[in-house]
């Protein structure tokens, strides 16, 4: 049964109770779990959730939440503590009136309209949660954005994209998974798989600040080969940004004014020129020694600084142990 047709019958049907685990891991090594149950109620439905890991053995991270939603997964309320990367302090807790939202969080609070489309969830939230998310956006029609009621004004809109489906074998049956990304929720994108059940699979995220990956625990002898999909899916990613950020030159071409920092030990140079041609710097120096061809376009570099080849001060490594996403 497709998810949608399933999701459609929730309003006519009575929801059942249901419980699960997902087993987090970081880089493949498991470091703790989560497990939660959804509640059903004559207006609706419950989920309490705890989602908790050891990072590295230096923090333990516990998130308890419950969320309260109606049939058809639109969120009324939610109670978050703790967080996977704000502390065991930190509250998330809003409610919805009609058309109005009232949210806390991190000590601040605000009282907003409720978007068309939205949910109640915050940053790195619990597994569960990001189920619920999923179920909410595809019975309401896949909108291209989902608003958040954060205590921030304008927190952007999560935006959550179809990638394709993937099949996993498993007991000596084939599995097939919807996979999906999800932008704005957590830092970069999500890769999520839903099952046909319209349950979360698996889920390929960056929660905590490092990568982590979370694996329905009936699901976790297929997770190597999901996390060798779900890379590809980044490199993916990646491949896209750089295509949507064109260079502001390329092939030949003069940057004239910035300051020159040449990796020599040299004191800064002010005001230089930087030739570049087919992509490979031919020259650099003081504007009067060296002079810009005519006819060669020109970059104006006044007020910046610049320095010569690719200067990366801050990589993670995830997935393919050659790939930096």
């Not at 996390?227 to 940004?241: N, W």
């Amino acid at each position: 049964m497709r998810l949608s047709f399933w999701l459609l019958l929730l309003t006519a049907a009575p929801l059942r109770a249901e419980t699960g685990r997902l087993i987090i891991h970081m880089m493949l090594h498991a470091i703790g779990d989560e497990q939660y149950e959804v509640t059903p109620s004559p207006g609706g439905l419950t989920i309490h959730t705890t989602y908790h890991y050891a990072d590295r053995g230096f923090f333990d991270h516990t998130v308890t939440a419950s969320l309260s939603l109606k049939p058809d997964y639109t969120a009324l309320r939610i109670e978050l503590q703790g967080s996977a990367d704000r502390g065991p302090g930190e509250r998330y807790a809003a409610h919805i009136d009609q058309s109005e939202a009232t949210v806390e969080e991190r000590g601040g609070n605000r009282t907003l309209a409720v978007p068309e489309h939205y949910f109640l969830i915050s940053g790195p939230s619990p597994f569960a949660l990001q189920m619920a998310m999923m179920r909410y956006w595809m019975a309401h029609g896949k909108p291209s954005a989902l608003g958040m009621v954060r205590a921030r004004p304008g927190a952007e809109p999560v935006h959550i994209e179809f990638q394709g489906q993937d099949a996993i074998a498993l007991n000596g049956r084939e599995i097939a998974l919807q996979r999906y990304t999800v932008a704005n929720l957590m830092f970069g994108r999500e890769v999520l798989w839903m099952d046909g059940q319209g349950n979360l699979a698996a889920a390929m995220t960056f929660a905590g600040g490092l990568p982590l990956e979370a694996v329905r625990a009936e699901y976790e002898p297929a997770l190597p080969d999901l996390y060798r999909k779900g890379v590809a899916q980044e490199m993916a990613d990646l491949e896209a940004i750089g295509r949507s950020v064109p260079p502001e030159q390329s092939g030949t071409f003069a940057i004239a004014g910035a300051t020159l920092v040449d990796a020599t030990g040299s004191l800064p140079v002010k005001d230089a020129v930087v030739l570049v041609r087919n992509g490979r710097i031919a020259a650099a120096g003081r504007r009067a020694d060296v002079p810009i061809p005519s006819g060669m376009p020109v970059v104006d570099g006044k007020g910046q600084t610049l320095l010569p080849g690719l200067w990366e001060m801050h990589t993670h490594f995830s997935g393919d142990r050659k790939s930096v996403v």
